[in-house]
C-alpha cells in the first residue's frame, strides 16, 4: 500500500473512528534545500515533541543523507491534522505512507520522536551503530525497497531503543538513537577537514623543504 497524498489519506482512514489508534508510516525524500540546514532535525524534533506531548502522539524517526522514515503512533483525529502539515512540509519531497493500520496499543512508549540515523558515512570503525548487528541488518537505508513484513521488523527492532527514562543527551546502554544526526554528520565533516588540513600542511612543509635545498 502506497499513499502518496493527504486527500488519499484521508480516503483510506474514512471507516475508522476519530478516536481509533494508528498506527502510520510514512518515507519522504529529503528536500535538497533541506539537506544544507544544519539545524534542520533540531526544528523537527523540538516541533514534533511539542505537538506530540499535547496530542499523546508517540513513535521514531530515522533518516540517512537521503531519506526520513518516521513512524507514529496516536488517533486519527490527532493524525490527521499532522500528517496534513507533513505532507505540505517543504522539507520533504515525494512523500508516501508506507503502512497504515489500526493497533490496539501504543508500541513505542515515548512521544519524544527519537532520532537515528542510518546514514552509511556514519557506521565507522568501533563506532556503536557499526557495533550493533540489530541495525546492520537495514543498511544500507532503503525504506522504499521494504516489504511490509520488513518494515514491521525494522519497528520492532527500534522498540528496544525506546528507552523512555532516557535522557536526550543520555550515550551509556545505548545505540546512539537520541543524537542529533545533523550533530554526528558536523563532527565527520569536521575530521575530514581537519585531516585535510594536516595533510595540506605537510605537502607545503615538504616543498620548502625541497626548495631550500635546491639553493643550497
Known amino acids: 500500500m502506497i499513499i502518496s497524498s493527504y486527500n ?10 476519530d478516536d481509533s489508534l494508528i498506527r502510520l508510516v510514512y518515507v519522504s525524500n529529503i528536500s535538497k534545500k533541506s539537506k544544507l540546514d544544519p539545524s534542520l532535525f533540531e ?34 483525529e490527532k493524525l490527521l491534522p499532522l500528517m496534513d502539515n507533513i505532507f505540505k512540509d517543504n522539507r520533504h519531497s515525494k512523500l508516501k505512507v508506507t503502512l497504515l493500520k489500526p493497533i490496539d496499543h501504543y508500541s513505542f512508549n515515548d512521544w519524544r520522536m527519537r532520532s537515528l ?3 552509511d558515512k556514519l557506521w565507522l570503525k568501533d563506532s556503536l551503530q557499526a557495533n550493533s548487528p540489530e541495525l546492520r541488518k537495514f543498511i544500507p537505508f532503503r525504506p522504499l525497497e521494504w516489504s511490509e513484513w520488513f518494515m514491521e521488523y525494522f519497528l520492532e527492532t527500534m ?14 546502554g545505548t545505540y546512539n538513537v537520541v543524537q542529533d544526526s545533523n550533530v554526528q554528520i558536523a563532527s565527520l ?3 575530514t577537514l581537519l585531516h585535510r588540513f594536516l595533510l595540506a600542511m605537510v605537502v607545503v612543509l615538504l616543498l620548502i623543504i625541497l626548495r631550500t635545498n635546491s639553493v643550497i
Open 8 to 17: 488519499h489519506l484521508k480516503k483510506a482512514l474514512n471507516d475508522f473512528e
Open 43 to 76: 526544528h523537527i524534533r523540538s516541533h514534533a515533541e511539542d505537538y506530540n506531548r499535547k496530542n499523546n502522539i508517540k513513535g521514531m524517526l530515522c533518516n540517512n543523507q537521503t531519506y526520513f522514515l518516521q513512524c507514529l503512533e496516536g488517533t486519527k
Open 117 to 119: 540515523n542510518l546514514d
Open 159 to 172: 522498540q528496544k531503543f525506546d528507552n523512555i527514562n532516557q535522557g536526550y543527551d543520555d550515550q551509556a
Open 189 to 191: 565533516f569536521d575530521s
